[in-house]
């Protein structure tokens, strides 16, 4: 594996290096890239190897590098966040990103920020930083879905789309931005849907914001739901997130995995209910317990799309957030509250 990095890097990168530091041009707009590891940075042992690979072994220097056309739209700065697969993606790593993301855009010389990133937590990085960003400057995320050694790379042209999307005006005040396969999607409504094509970032509810058509972003819509600069979360003084966790609803299950996150003084829960938002008679008593409780308890669904709507008045309605993102919004609501109706509130606006 050595010897294939190393021939990789000679023939493919170091013919067309180009210092980050020579790519700066005041005609450009100024885009910082931060990278977190994942697949973009993943290397395996031969050209045709796509799933049995390394993830986060290439440096933010060598992904810039590797794709000189960068410089021609962006002055490029990069950062190495972090090198992890994105399934060690974690609350705290969360909340240092934040600040460093909010920390560059106080930079008036700065247009934008790409982050690349594993695609397995994506989703969720995406829906927190859209959740906690303090700035109408465009955040966008990427990743890729084959290594940077695989012979058809999705990487390079994600990270080049990325780019030239976080330095374009007509990207500022749309919330963070889910980039890869020539498509925009909001951080809100977007996930991955399928564990091996490049096609797999998928709005399923509302659609794409828009495509990279021939290089150019072109937007078709919008969210209206509140974020970045339109929140209310501030995560000043905060150094850690309140403790939530899912539960799966499925035929034939009981109360157990509910009763043991309670045990372990889970502060809410999420639970990705049946259909719309139903569930077994023989777990009601366990939710309605936990609400009464002053636990708050949000009820999503499993299906992956539309509104859920809790049989039981004292739950909340996660809207069309998928559990995972549900589980999101609620650990931030619980930094400003532990009011069941104020919460409910949030889901209904965010």
Not at 10 to 18: E, M, R, W
Not at 34 to 48: H, Y
Not at 118 to 141: C, Q
Not at 166 to 194: F, H, Q, W, Y
């Amino acid at each position: 594996m050595r010897t294939y990095l190393i021939l990789f890097i000679l023939l493919f990168i170091l013919p067309f290096a180009v210092s980050a530091a020579d790519t700066h041009d005041g005609n450009l707009p100024h885009v910082v890239i931060l990278a977190t590891g994942g697949t973009i940075a993943g290397t395996a042992s031969s050209a045709t190897e796509l799933l049995n690979y390394k993830a986060g072994n290439i440096s933010v220097d060598q992904l810039i590098t590797s794709v000189p056309l960068l410089s021609t739209y962006a002055s490029i700065d990069g950062e190495q966040f972090c090198n992890i697969p994105s399934d060690e993606m974690t609350p705290a790593i969360w909340l240092n990103l934040s600040r460093r993301v909010n920390e560059i855009l106080a930079d008036p010389g700065v247009n934008g920020i790409v982050i690349t990133h594993g695609t397995d937590t994506l989703e969720e990085t995406a829906y927190f930083l859209n959740l906690v960003v303090r700035s109408e400057k465009p955040v966008v995320i990427t990743g890729s879905m084959r290594p940077a050694t695989a012979i058809s790379a999705d990487g390079p042209l994600n990270l080049v789309n990325a780019v030239r999307l976080a330095g374009d005006p007509g990207a500022k005040g749309r919330g963070v931005l889910i980039c890869l396969n020539n498509e925009i999607n909001g951080a809100r409504d977007s996930s991955k849907t399928m564990t091996e094509m490049v096609e797999t970032f998928r709005s399923p509810d509302f659609g794409l914001l828009g495509y990279i058509q021939d290089g150019k972003p072109v937007f078709y819509r919008e969210s209206t739901r509140l974020h970045t600069t339109g929140s209310e979360f501030n995560l000043a003084g905060i150094t850690t997130l309140p403790k939530v966790d899912i539960v799966y609803a499925y035929a034939g299950m009981d109360r157990t995995a509910i009763d043991a996150f309670s045990a372990n003084k889970t502060r809410g829960l999420v639970f990705a209910s049946l259909g719309n938002g139903g569930y077994p008679k023989v777990v009601q008593g366990a939710l309605l317990d936990l609400s009464a409780g002053g636990i708050p308890v949000v009820v999503s669904s499993r299906t992956g799309t539309g509104i859920s709507v809790p049989d039981d008045a004292p739950l909340i309605s996660a809207d069309t957030l998928n559990p995972q993102k549900a589980r999101v919004l609620l650990m931030l609501a619980l930094t400003r509250t532990g009011d069941n109706e104020t919460i409910r509130k949030m889901f209904g606006e965010y």
